[in-house]
């Protein structure tokens, strides 16, 4: 039995158990785990994994909760007491028999009319959905058959789930997260649809709006208890079938710098780069981005602009820009992380060799104990051998050589974006 047969096994069986779940459900199976950045949530709740020495391989796995996919469904998405691109998800309109099911799993509110409301709780579906879980595991565990990957660690970070199983003598980390799934597209995002975007007539808008998530996080002054945190994952997927491979590889290497340095304390996490870079698609021609050797460009343009909304406090959410990720921020932890971005950007090549050190030195240790465990190991997918995902040193010797042959410049790919026949300059030696 494969790894991805067990997860729809655990699924069928927690909905055995008290028929919360929806019967017909649909999840979504996302490459990288949550710490990727491939859906925004809280990463400071997430105890610290390491690739190689935990895992191999990680996913992230949407499961839904509730699934309103019917138009005549009711659907009560309060957000008047949230920040924006966070909403409260009431029940009141729902049948009694939803109601019933699901009231162990919701907040009461009782108003002075004498109306009582039900909000839908993203830490108590948590709470429910790792008991059954663990439930579920624990009775696989009793009766285990040839084949079923090996449960080695269960842990509840949050309102997230991870699991890593033991597949031969690979390790897969997967991020269980419990969700609402919509279909079509909220309100709030309807501006977005009306402008101009690097994806028309490349994916239809049918493709891009099939539906939104509501993910278990809340905003910085918002209450856990209660409120929920939309994501459009469904819709990245999409995207990133827009993008080339250069940027990219770019995005992955700028990740690959940025994951470790800047993540104490907590500020920028991979889904603000990643949200940056479909800004960036969206500002730059599309034959400037096609651009195949232009990797190295387009990784310090990341940096830069990376700096830019460090020290200006602004990273617009890509589907609710009047949403800006970043204005918590503290003037103490923006000074300090844009100095260590300044770092980075004074020789970008030098950190990006270390960061590829770090990934083949768990290759290494990932090969060991494979070979340790068995003579017929899986082939590790972060291999030597070249992963797309991972960066590679033929990068570092390009950015070296910019940075080399432009002393004083910043080499980024958000400026000038008009001129796309050679590399775009800033002539000011300043990168904010």
């Known amino acids: 039995m494969m790894a991805g047969e067990m997860e729809n096994r655990e699924g069928g069986m927690v909905q055995k158990l008290d028929q919360k779940l929806p019967v017909a459900n649909e999840y979504l ?15 400071d709740e997430l105890n610290v994994y390491a690739r190689g020495t935990d895992y191999d391989m990680d996913f992230t796995l949407l499961v839904p909760a509730l699934k309103l996919h019917d138009r005549n469904q009711p659907v009560t998405l309060d957000m008047r007491h949230s920040a924006l691109c966070h909403s ?32 839908f709780s993203p830490t108590k579906v948590a709470d429910w959905f790792y008991d059954s879980i663990s439930i579920v595991l624990s009775e696989i565990q009793k009766k285990p058959q040839r084949g079923m990957p090996k449960v080695e660690k269960v842990e509840k970070n949050g309102t997230i789930i991870s699991i890593i199983l033991g597949v031969g003598s690979s390790r ?17 995002a309807q501006s977005w649809l009306m402008e101009n975007h690097f994806w028309d007539g490349k994916i239809t808008e049918e493709e891009v709006i099939s539906g ?58 991979p889904y603000h780069l990643r949200s940056m870079m479909l800004w960036a698609c969206d500002r730059l021609p599309a034959n400037y981005l096609a651009q195949e050797d232009y990797a190295a460009h387009f990784l310090l343009g990341l940096i830069d602009d990376l700096q830019h909304c460090l020290v200006n406090k602004m990273c ?3 589907f609710i820009p009047q949403c800006n990720m970043l204005e918590h921020l503290s003037e103490e932890t923006v000074m300090l992380h844009a100095r260590k971005l300044s770092s980075v950007r004074s020789d970008p090549a030098e950190h990006l060799r270390t960061a590829i050190e770090h990934v083949k030195a768990a290759n290494r240790l990932t090969l060991e104990l494979q070979r340790r465990g068995s003579t017929t190991s899986i082939p590790s997918p972060q291999s030597d051998g070249g992963d797309p995902n991972q960066p590679d040193d033929r990068l570092a010797k390009k950015l070296q050589q910019l940075v080399t042959e432009n002393p004083g410049k910043s080499i980024s790919v958000f400026i000038n974006p008009d001129d796309v026949t050679r590399p775009h300059f800033r002539i000011d030696d300043k990168f904010f």
């Not at 785990?33 to 809280?42: H, T």
């Not at 997967?174 to 799934?181: A, G, K, L, R, W």
């Open 172 to 188: 897969m980390l997967y991020d269980i997260v419990p969700v609402v799934s919509f279909k079509g597209w909220p309100a709030v």
């Open 316 to 318: 617009p959410n890509y």
């Open 29 to 43: 199976l996302l490459s990288g785990g949550v710490r990727e950045g491939v859906v925004d949530l809280d990463l």
């Open 88 to 119: 409260w998800l009431s029940l009141r309109l729902f049948d009694e028999g939803t109601i019933s099911k699901w009231k162990d799993c919701c907040t009461i509110v009782d108003h002075i009319n004498g109306a009582t409301n039900y909000f």
């Open 212 to 269: 939104f998530y509501l993910v278990p996080a809340c905003s910085y002054k918002g209450k856990k208890d209660n409120e929920w945190r939309l994501s459009f994952a469904r819709s990245e997927v999409q995207l990133k079938k827009c993008i080339s491979s250069s940027l990219m590889q770019a995005y992955q290497a700028c990740k690959a710098i940025i994951i470790k340095l800047l993540s104490r304390p907590k500020a920028i996490s």
